[in-house]
């Protein structure tokens, strides 16, 4: 079983590599593109989630959503569970951005998943939901 997980850490790898490669929609660094899409499925987030989720130190999230902050892709509020803390939205550009990246980067892998004969095809989309649950988890 090692074998064929280290295989598939690999491919995974080198299939988002490809993925982050491909990307026509986003200047994006990599931590921010994470950041960003965490922010879109959890907002609103603190920073300290942001860090242990995406994962990075506390730090480099805090510069993470500066960034997204001055591009005007987030922006930050009172917590509603905490008006002390701040939590972190997407604005309308960032929506924009997390829906055309994620249009542009299912047709970049649908294009590679063509490429699979249809029972192939039908076992990697499979996987991807368990996949899923795992990444959840996280």
Same mark, same amino acid.
């Given at each position: +079983?090692? #074998?064929?997980?280290? #295989? /598939?850490?690999?491919? +995974? $790898? =080198?299939?988002?590599r $490809?993925? =982050?490669?491909? =990307?026509?929609?986003?200047? !994006?660094h990599?931590?921010?593109? /994470?950041?960003? +899409?965490?922010?879109?499925?959890? #907002?609103?987030?603190?920073?300290?989630?942001?860090?242990?989720?995406?994962?990075?130190?506390?730090? *480099?999230? *805090? *510069?993470?959503?500066?960034?997204?902050?001055?591009?005007?892709?987030?922006? &930050?509020?009172?917590?509603?569970?905490?008006?002390?803390?701040t939590?972190?939205? /997407? *604005?309308? %550009?960032?929506?924009? +951005?997390?829906?055309?990246?994620?249009? #542009?980067?299912?047709?970049? !892998?649908?294009? /590679? !998943? &063509? =490429?699979?004969?249809?029972?192939d095809?039908?076992?990697?989309?499979?996987?991807g939901a368990?996949?899923?649950q795992? %990444?959840?988890?996280?």
């Open positions: +079983m090692a #074998q064929e997980a280290l #295989q /598939l850490l690999v491919s +995974m $790898h =080198r299939i988002v $490809h993925l =982050r490669r491909s =990307r026509t929609t986003s200047a !994006l990599p931590t921010q593109f /994470l950041a960003l +899409m965490l922010i879109a499925d959890e #907002q609103p987030i603190r920073i300290g989630e942001i860090a242990n989720r995406v994962p990075c130190s506390q730090p *480099t999230a *805090t *510069t993470t959503v500066a960034a997204l902050e001055d591009a005007g892709l987030v922006r &930050r509020e009172p917590d509603p569970g905490d008006g002390r803390a939590a972190v939205v /997407l *604005t309308a %550009a960032g929506a924009e +951005m997390v829906e055309a990246s994620g249009r #542009q980067a299912a047709d970049e !892998l649908g294009k /590679l !998943l &063509r =490429r699979l004969d249809d029972p095809r039908d076992l990697v989309l499979r996987a368990v996949l899923a795992i %990444a959840d988890d996280l």
